[in-house]
């Protein structure tokens, strides 16, 4: 809760502008799995008044259920066979067992289970509701499949900000965003789940603030802050899953999404 | 985490549009207790370029700080006196003792306070880190002083929209925002502490998704998203307490920041 990484890079800013924009990219159809979506994203740029050319700055926001689509990071309920323990949770809360099974065994560990709440720590450390995996918008006919997280949201992020970068030249960072609960708050709001080409975290410790005094423990969350950003853009149900924001204050930099996640040795609600 | 309040209002959105502006707000000096924050940001939205006339849809948010600032939610460390337990936690941590003293003195509750973190429930139902209290950018020769939270931010915000209804004859909802931290991640995003003509919680329960499938557990958590967009505008240190958003997909509503906070029975992380 607001204490930084010992080691963030101090990088300068990237145009701290006063103002921002936010634009939903269009005509990005409904993805399948092995569908291209490097090029659906360089069409949808192209297709979408006023983004291009792109600038210095801009950063993309690509939510993760078309990642996981075009990855192939689905499955199917019909074949998945419940644990006991799935089926009694899942009986409980109106829900369906197998899902609740698909949460488990992608899970690394199980933080809470209890009053309809499965909250599982996931392989790429993020602690979140059902482990990412989710049934909403997966597509047409799609009967019982759910999306998983993609396995490596930083390396499709990167695949994105190579694919822009070859196309226009210009160095575009991405961030893979998807919904996230948080304790003691109503609702979701989109995070950071993957990022390529900036710090997920900027380290404002020791910079001085407006009055000079040095500040101890300011550390923006810039990555996410661009997630929540461009959900307001985007929405929930519009098939919109890609934003462009132009303008946003962020730090340039060979950062990770692990660098967004706080140690268990910090965590005091594990 | 993900459920949705079980009476949460349904109106349809606000121009749910494809791009969306954050503009910060130019011109807003040093606030002081005492200042008339509503005319400074009359004045604001009057020198900003590009922000008048109002446009139906817009979105004030306005940071705590120059709320408590200029509502003289301030203490003066110089006449506290720390309790032991303040002394020894402060201590432990190389905090100042006399500031523990004045989050334990504004705390409802004591969530944590181990690792040199001081996580306590507000008056308001916040549960945040050092319940509020800042002492950063808080004025210069403010020498001891740190600011509390609002002691009403909803009235606040109420405040402020009246104070522009009045002089443009526009509806614009005002949130007030807030950098909090959050379990399991580093860092700090800007949620909303105080609302006025919006509602902070969209609930989406019960909405079909774009594939006709009923979504059970979609709630938006809408003012938060708008304050962390606000601050990719704002930054941390550059004195800019407040912006415009245009654009965003938002409910109108008589909605309180109290719709936004976890009822206990539901929380998991008591």
Redesign the interface.
Known sequence: ?????EEAPRVA?VR?????????L?GIPEVRPGDDLDALLLDALAATPGVLPLRDGDVLVVTQKVVSKAEGAIVDLEGIEPRPEAVEFANAADRDPRQVEVVLREARRVV?M????L?TETPHG?????GGVD??????H?GSVVTLLPVDPDASAARMRAAIRARHGVDVPVVISD?F???????????AIGVSGLL???N?RG???????I??S?????A???A??A???L??????PAAL?R????TRGDGAIR????PAA????R
């Open positions: 809760m607001g204490m930084a990484p800013p701290p502008g006063p103002s921002l924009e936010v634009v939903a269009l809470r209890e009053k309809g709440v909250i993020f602690i979140c509701a059902n049934a909403s918008n997966v597509g047409p799609s919904s609960g948080r304790p003691w708050r109503w609702g979701i709001v989109d995070v997920p975290i900027e404002l910079s001085p603030d407006r009055d000079g005094r500040m101890k300011t550390v923006r969350a810039v996410d802050e661009l929540s950003a959900e307001l853009a929405g929930k149900t519009a098939g919109r924001i303008g946003a204050a962020f660098d967004a996640l706080m910090w965590d005091l609600f």
